[in-house]
């Protein structure tokens, strides 16, 4: 399937066919997905906000009306998506559970590493990987601009709308992001 397709049309429909669907769920899924994640490090409940982001692509792309592009759109409710999930009891209860779990996996990871050999490859992927964890440790609203801007690569102005806040606070936002991260990961030094 052509990925490349011209979605522009999209903002002139009410309904949107199965094709449609399955050719915005490919050229956009990972995205959402990686966000919804980002915003919740759980694997399951992104497969979860994934799945409902894009029931609510195919019912409501009435609602969608090109003044930003169809990827600000889709991260518009996934992230709204996410905030009710967080909201609600199941998550609260389930993200307890999942503490104790990680702590645990953390631990067993921590051991497996030590083990480990320290090719280059490897040392590079894990300091990859150290810089995630950093950023996933950060307060929801300044993982959020840093994950939107690295990740992404979103602009200031397409944060600020989709965020709904004003540019300047997402350039504090980032600003303090990326000095948490720079001290977090001197202190790992």
């Not at 792309?61 to 009710?84: A, D, E, P």
């Not at 929801?140 to 979103?154: A, C, N, S, Y």
């Amino acid at each position: 399937m052509n990925l490349d397709v011209d979605l522009n049309y999209l903002q002139y429909t009410t309904e949107m066919d199965e094709l449609s669907l399955e050719v915005v769920m490919d050229q956009y899924g990972t995205d959402v997905w990686n966000y919804a994640y980002f915003l919740t490090k759980d694997t399951e409940m992104a497969d979860d906000i994934s799945q409902e982001v894009f029931i609510k692509c195919y019912k409501s792309i009435g609602s969608f009306k090109g003044r930003s592009t169809l990827k600000t759109w889709l991260l518009t409710i996934t992230r709204n998506t996410t905030f009710t999930y967080r909201r609600s009891r199941y998550f609260r209860s389930r993200s307890f559970v999942e503490l104790l779990r990680r702590q645990d996996t953390q631990t067993l990871m921590d051991q497996r590493a030590k083990a480990a050999s320290a090719e280059s490859e490897y040392v590079s992927r894990e300091h990859v990987n150290e810089i995630w964890d950093v950023i996933m440790q950060l307060p929801d609203k300044l993982r959020e601009v840093l994950v939107l801007d690295l990740k992404f690569e979103m602009s200031v102005a397409e944060m600020s709308e989709m965020i709904g806040i004003p540019g300047g606070t997402v350039k504090s936002r980032l600003s303090r992001a990326r000095t948490k991260v720079q001290a977090m990961l001197r202190g790992l030094e």
